[in-house]
Protein backbone atom coordinates (compact mmCIF):
# COMPACT_ATOMS: atom_id res chain seq x y z
CA UNK A 1 0.00 0.00 0.00
CA UNK A 2 0.99 3.34 -0.30
CA UNK A 3 2.53 5.51 2.61
CA UNK A 4 4.36 8.85 3.03
CA UNK A 5 7.81 9.26 4.14
CA UNK A 6 8.93 12.40 5.60
CA UNK A 7 12.17 13.88 4.05
CA UNK A 8 14.32 16.56 6.34
CA UNK A 9 16.76 18.17 5.58
CA UNK A 10 20.20 19.18 7.90
CA UNK A 11 18.67 23.15 8.04
CA UNK A 12 15.54 21.16 9.61
CA UNK A 13 17.08 19.44 11.85
CA UNK A 14 19.17 21.67 13.29
CA UNK A 15 15.99 23.81 14.22
CA UNK A 16 14.88 20.72 16.27
CA UNK A 17 17.70 19.13 17.75
CA UNK A 18 19.14 20.77 20.60
CA UNK A 19 22.16 19.88 22.63
CA UNK A 20 20.30 19.62 26.03
CA UNK A 21 19.71 17.28 29.03
CA UNK A 22 16.74 15.59 26.93
CA UNK A 23 19.01 14.58 24.17
CA UNK A 24 21.62 13.26 27.31
CA UNK A 25 18.72 11.44 28.22
CA UNK A 26 17.49 9.80 25.07
CA UNK A 27 21.23 8.41 24.46
CA UNK A 28 21.35 7.50 28.03
CA UNK A 29 18.01 4.93 27.37
CA UNK A 30 20.08 3.13 24.57
CA UNK A 31 22.82 2.52 26.67
CA UNK A 32 19.99 0.89 29.13
CA UNK A 33 18.12 -1.35 26.11
CA UNK A 34 21.91 -2.29 25.42
CA UNK A 35 22.19 -3.18 29.01
CA UNK A 36 19.63 -5.09 29.55
CA UNK A 37 20.98 -7.50 26.56
CA UNK A 38 17.81 -7.56 24.72
CA UNK A 39 18.81 -4.73 21.69
CA UNK A 40 19.64 -6.60 18.14
CA UNK A 41 22.76 -4.64 16.74
CA UNK A 42 24.93 -6.07 14.23
CA UNK A 43 28.41 -5.40 13.55
CA UNK A 44 29.02 -2.25 12.14
CA UNK A 45 30.12 -2.35 8.23
CA UNK A 46 33.05 -0.36 7.75
CA UNK A 47 34.76 0.22 4.54
CA UNK A 48 38.06 1.78 3.74
CA UNK A 49 38.90 3.61 0.99
CA UNK A 50 42.77 4.77 1.39
CA UNK A 51 43.43 5.50 -2.81
CA UNK A 52 40.84 8.11 -2.13
CA UNK A 53 41.86 9.09 1.90
CA UNK A 54 38.26 7.89 2.62
CA UNK A 55 35.89 5.78 4.64
CA UNK A 56 31.86 4.59 4.81
CA UNK A 57 30.61 2.92 7.74
CA UNK A 58 26.93 1.59 8.48
CA UNK A 59 24.97 1.05 11.75
CA UNK A 60 21.80 0.09 12.60
CA UNK A 61 20.22 -1.71 15.50
CA UNK A 62 16.89 -2.73 16.56
CA UNK A 63 15.52 -1.81 20.07
CA UNK A 64 11.90 -3.88 21.35
CA UNK A 65 9.45 -1.42 22.36
CA UNK A 66 10.34 1.39 19.44
CA UNK A 67 8.34 2.13 16.85
CA UNK A 68 11.03 2.04 14.20
CA UNK A 69 14.83 1.58 13.53
CA UNK A 70 17.48 3.35 11.94
CA UNK A 71 20.07 2.53 9.43
CA UNK A 72 22.56 5.24 9.40
CA UNK A 73 25.96 5.34 6.38
CA UNK A 74 28.14 8.35 7.69
CA UNK A 75 30.97 8.96 5.27
CA UNK A 76 34.25 10.54 5.95
CA UNK A 77 36.13 12.01 3.00
CA UNK A 78 39.40 13.75 4.87
CA UNK A 79 41.05 15.79 1.46
CA UNK A 80 37.73 17.57 1.06
CA UNK A 81 38.54 20.85 3.01
CA UNK A 82 41.00 20.94 0.57
CA UNK A 83 38.26 21.60 -1.83
CA UNK A 84 36.23 23.73 0.72
CA UNK A 85 33.54 21.18 1.74
CA UNK A 86 33.15 19.04 5.32
CA UNK A 87 34.94 15.67 5.26
CA UNK A 88 32.76 14.09 7.55
CA UNK A 89 28.63 13.48 5.75
CA UNK A 90 25.82 10.79 5.39
CA UNK A 91 22.25 10.51 6.08
CA UNK A 92 19.93 8.18 8.72
CA UNK A 93 16.49 6.37 8.02
CA UNK A 94 14.37 5.35 9.99
CA UNK A 95 12.18 2.20 9.16
CA UNK A 96 8.75 1.00 10.88
CA UNK A 97 9.78 -2.19 13.33
CA UNK A 98 5.97 -3.01 12.19
CA UNK A 99 6.40 -3.54 8.52
CA UNK A 100 9.88 -2.14 7.31
CA UNK A 101 8.69 0.58 5.47
CA UNK A 102 11.08 3.48 5.24
CA UNK A 103 9.45 6.41 7.57
CA UNK A 104 12.19 9.36 7.28
CA UNK A 105 14.95 10.29 5.97
CA UNK A 106 17.03 12.45 7.41
CA UNK A 107 19.83 14.31 5.03
CA UNK A 108 21.60 15.09 8.53
CA UNK A 109 25.46 15.01 6.57
CA UNK A 110 26.46 14.03 9.92
CA UNK A 111 24.62 16.47 12.34
CA UNK A 112 22.34 13.50 14.28
CA UNK A 113 26.09 11.50 14.37
CA UNK A 114 27.62 14.44 15.69
CA UNK A 115 24.97 15.22 18.57
CA UNK A 116 24.39 11.47 19.48
CA UNK A 117 28.34 11.47 20.01
CA UNK A 118 28.23 14.18 22.26
CA UNK A 119 25.43 12.92 24.22
CA UNK A 120 26.98 9.84 24.54
CA UNK A 121 29.94 11.51 26.21
CA UNK A 122 28.14 13.20 28.64
CA UNK A 123 26.25 9.82 29.30
CA UNK A 124 29.75 8.63 30.26
CA UNK A 125 30.44 11.75 32.33
CA UNK A 126 27.63 11.33 34.24
CA UNK A 127 27.91 7.91 35.43
CA UNK A 128 31.99 7.77 35.87
CA UNK A 129 33.44 11.40 36.43
CA UNK A 130 33.89 12.46 39.95
CA UNK A 131 30.79 14.35 41.94
CA UNK A 132 32.44 17.78 41.54
CA UNK A 133 34.67 18.86 38.41
CA UNK A 134 36.66 22.04 38.28
CA UNK A 135 38.65 22.37 35.59
CA UNK A 136 37.62 20.09 32.47
CA UNK A 137 40.26 19.62 29.27
CA UNK A 138 39.62 18.58 26.27
CA UNK A 139 42.32 17.05 23.67
CA UNK A 140 41.34 18.05 20.10
CA UNK A 141 40.28 21.38 18.73
CA UNK A 142 37.36 20.29 16.28
CA UNK A 143 33.64 20.49 15.98
CA UNK A 144 33.40 17.26 18.36
CA UNK A 145 35.80 18.98 20.72
CA UNK A 146 33.36 21.83 21.07
CA UNK A 147 30.47 19.57 21.20
CA UNK A 148 31.69 17.06 23.95
CA UNK A 149 32.77 20.22 26.02
CA UNK A 150 29.25 21.72 25.54
CA UNK A 151 27.57 18.45 26.64
CA UNK A 152 29.98 17.53 29.69
CA UNK A 153 28.74 20.99 30.85
CA UNK A 154 25.21 19.78 31.30
CA UNK A 155 26.23 16.93 33.63
CA UNK A 156 29.27 18.57 35.78
CA UNK A 157 29.24 21.94 35.36
CA UNK A 158 32.74 23.01 35.71
CA UNK A 159 34.36 26.27 35.81
CA UNK A 160 37.56 25.97 33.93
CA UNK A 161 38.28 24.49 29.98
CA UNK A 162 41.53 23.24 29.20
CA UNK A 163 42.37 23.13 25.33
CA UNK A 164 44.94 21.24 23.89
CA UNK A 165 45.62 20.64 20.24
CA UNK A 166 49.07 20.03 17.75
CA UNK A 167 47.42 23.22 16.07
CA UNK A 168 48.23 26.64 18.52
CA UNK A 169 45.88 29.15 15.86
CA UNK A 170 43.43 26.04 16.07
CA UNK A 171 43.25 25.34 20.13
CA UNK A 172 43.28 29.14 20.48
CA UNK A 173 40.15 29.62 18.03
CA UNK A 174 38.62 26.35 19.92
CA UNK A 175 39.29 27.99 23.62
CA UNK A 176 37.78 31.28 23.08
CA UNK A 177 34.47 29.61 21.19
CA UNK A 178 34.12 27.32 24.49
CA UNK A 179 34.55 29.61 26.48
CA UNK A 180 31.68 32.36 24.95
CA UNK A 181 29.38 29.30 24.22
CA UNK A 182 29.30 27.47 28.15
CA UNK A 183 30.47 30.89 29.83
CA UNK A 184 33.29 29.44 31.35
CA UNK A 185 37.32 30.48 32.07
CA UNK A 186 39.24 29.07 28.50
CA UNK A 187 42.72 28.03 28.18
CA UNK A 188 44.80 27.24 26.17
CA UNK A 189 47.52 24.42 27.14
CA UNK A 190 50.70 24.06 25.08
CA UNK A 191 51.11 20.30 26.59
CA UNK A 192 48.74 17.67 27.05
CA UNK A 193 50.34 16.54 30.27
CA UNK A 194 50.02 19.60 32.38
CA UNK A 195 46.64 19.80 30.77
CA UNK A 196 45.93 15.97 32.14
CA UNK A 197 47.41 16.99 36.04
CA UNK A 198 44.71 19.79 35.83
CA UNK A 199 41.72 18.45 34.83
CA UNK A 200 39.25 15.88 36.72
CA UNK A 201 37.72 15.36 33.36
CA UNK A 202 39.46 15.09 30.10
CA UNK A 203 37.51 14.15 26.69
CA UNK A 204 39.97 13.28 23.01
CA UNK A 205 38.36 13.61 19.93
CA UNK A 206 40.93 13.39 17.73
CA UNK A 207 41.68 10.64 14.74
CA UNK A 208 44.80 10.04 15.98
CA UNK A 209 46.32 7.04 14.94
CA UNK A 210 49.77 7.07 17.74
CA UNK A 211 48.72 7.61 21.34
CA UNK A 212 48.70 11.04 22.91
CA UNK A 213 47.82 10.43 26.07
CA UNK A 214 50.61 8.34 28.35
CA UNK A 215 49.55 6.13 31.03
CA UNK A 216 52.11 7.77 33.38
CA UNK A 217 49.46 11.05 33.52
CA UNK A 218 46.85 9.40 34.64
CA UNK A 219 45.72 10.60 38.26
CA UNK A 220 43.38 9.90 41.05
CA UNK A 221 40.06 11.72 40.68
CA UNK A 222 40.65 11.40 37.20
CA UNK A 223 37.89 10.73 34.31
CA UNK A 224 38.52 10.17 30.82
CA UNK A 225 36.27 9.61 27.97
CA UNK A 226 38.23 8.58 24.85
CA UNK A 227 35.95 9.01 21.45
CA UNK A 228 38.17 9.67 18.41
CA UNK A 229 39.45 6.09 17.93
CA UNK A 230 36.38 4.97 16.33
CA UNK A 231 37.97 3.05 13.64
CA UNK A 232 40.93 0.35 12.55
CA UNK A 233 44.67 1.82 13.79
CA UNK A 234 43.29 4.82 15.45
CA UNK A 235 44.45 5.02 18.81
CA UNK A 236 45.03 8.02 21.60
CA UNK A 237 45.74 6.41 24.72
CA UNK A 238 48.80 4.32 25.45
CA UNK A 239 47.79 1.41 25.74
CA UNK A 240 48.80 0.38 29.31
CA UNK A 241 46.44 3.68 30.51
CA UNK A 242 43.72 1.07 30.03
CA UNK A 243 45.16 -1.80 32.70
CA UNK A 244 46.48 1.64 34.96
CA UNK A 245 43.00 2.71 35.61
CA UNK A 246 40.60 1.15 37.97
CA UNK A 247 37.99 1.18 35.85
CA UNK A 248 37.92 0.66 31.75
CA UNK A 249 34.15 1.35 30.63
CA UNK A 250 33.09 0.52 26.97
CA UNK A 251 29.94 1.73 25.05
CA UNK A 252 30.26 -1.97 23.23
CA UNK A 253 33.11 -4.64 24.28
CA UNK A 254 32.45 -6.60 21.14
CA UNK A 255 33.37 -3.27 19.22
CA UNK A 256 36.57 -1.71 21.62
CA UNK A 257 37.96 -5.09 20.85
CA UNK A 258 38.37 -4.72 16.93
CA UNK A 259 38.23 -0.67 16.67
CA UNK A 260 38.47 1.06 19.94
CA UNK A 261 41.14 1.48 22.63
CA UNK A 262 41.31 -2.04 23.66
CA UNK A 263 41.91 -2.95 20.44
CA UNK A 264 46.12 -1.61 20.74
CA UNK A 265 45.83 -2.80 24.10
CA UNK A 266 44.79 -6.62 23.30
CA UNK A 267 47.71 -6.33 20.28
CA UNK A 268 49.97 -5.65 22.40
CA UNK A 269 49.72 -7.79 25.44
CA UNK A 270 49.03 -5.11 27.91
CA UNK A 271 45.54 -6.26 28.64
CA UNK A 272 45.02 -8.24 31.98
CA UNK A 273 42.38 -10.48 30.51
CA UNK A 274 39.28 -9.50 32.31
CA UNK A 275 35.95 -9.13 30.98
CA UNK A 276 34.99 -5.46 29.88
CA UNK A 277 32.71 -3.66 31.64
CA UNK A 278 30.22 -1.91 29.20
CA UNK A 279 27.91 1.21 30.30
CA UNK A 280 24.67 -0.04 29.95
CA UNK A 281 25.00 -2.31 32.78
CA UNK A 282 26.69 0.02 34.64
CA UNK A 283 23.91 2.24 34.05
CA UNK A 284 21.54 -0.17 35.80
CA UNK A 285 23.81 -1.25 38.64
CA UNK A 286 24.38 -4.70 36.84
CA UNK A 287 27.82 -3.74 36.38
CA UNK A 288 30.18 -2.27 39.48
CA UNK A 289 31.22 1.96 38.52
CA UNK A 290 33.07 4.17 40.12
CA UNK A 291 34.19 3.53 44.01
CA UNK A 292 35.55 6.37 45.32
CA UNK A 293 36.14 10.29 43.70
CA UNK A 294 39.85 9.04 43.69
CA UNK A 295 39.26 6.68 41.19
CA UNK A 296 40.68 6.68 37.72
CA UNK A 297 38.11 5.77 35.21
CA UNK A 298 38.09 5.53 31.74
CA UNK A 299 35.41 5.22 29.08
CA UNK A 300 35.92 4.15 25.09
CA UNK A 301 32.99 4.84 23.25
CA UNK A 302 33.02 3.64 19.39
CA UNK A 303 29.58 5.13 18.61
CA UNK A 304 26.76 2.44 18.49
CA UNK A 305 23.97 1.45 16.14
CA UNK A 306 21.45 1.92 19.10
CA UNK A 307 22.22 5.47 19.38
CA UNK A 308 21.25 5.79 16.06
CA UNK A 309 17.96 4.11 16.45
CA UNK A 310 17.26 6.44 19.85
CA UNK A 311 18.08 9.90 18.24
CA UNK A 312 16.25 9.06 15.00
CA UNK A 313 13.02 7.90 16.69
CA UNK A 314 13.50 11.25 19.22
CA UNK A 315 13.13 13.56 16.26
CA UNK A 316 11.12 11.98 14.27
CA UNK A 317 8.46 12.10 17.29
CA UNK A 318 9.47 15.77 17.23
CA UNK A 319 9.17 16.84 13.60
CA UNK A 320 5.45 18.42 13.31
CA UNK A 321 5.47 19.75 10.10
CA UNK A 322 9.09 19.94 9.31
CA UNK A 323 10.24 18.43 6.47
CA UNK A 324 8.95 17.50 3.00
CA UNK A 325 6.02 14.40 2.41
CA UNK A 326 6.89 11.82 -0.67
CA UNK A 327 4.12 9.18 -1.38
CA UNK A 328 5.20 6.50 -3.04
Not at 177 to 187: F, P, S
Not at 196 to 203: G, N
Not at 283 to 311: E, H, K, Y
Request: with cysteine.
Amino acid sequence: MPHDIRVVTETELRELVKLDLDLVNVVEQAFVALGRGDVIMPPIMSMELPQLNAEVDAKTAFIPGFDGFALKVSTGFFDNPKRGLPSLGGLMTLLSATDGAVRAVFLDNGFLTDMRTAAAGAVAARHLAPETVTTAGVIGTGLQARLQMRAAHLVRPFERVLVWGRDLEKATLCAADLGRDIGVEAEVCTDPAVLMKRAQLVVTTTPSFTPIVQAGWLHPELHITAMGSDAPDKCELAPEALARADLYVADSAAQVETRGELRTALERGVWPGTPVTELGPLILGAQPGRNSARDTTIADLTGTGAQDTAIATHVFARLGDAGTLIST
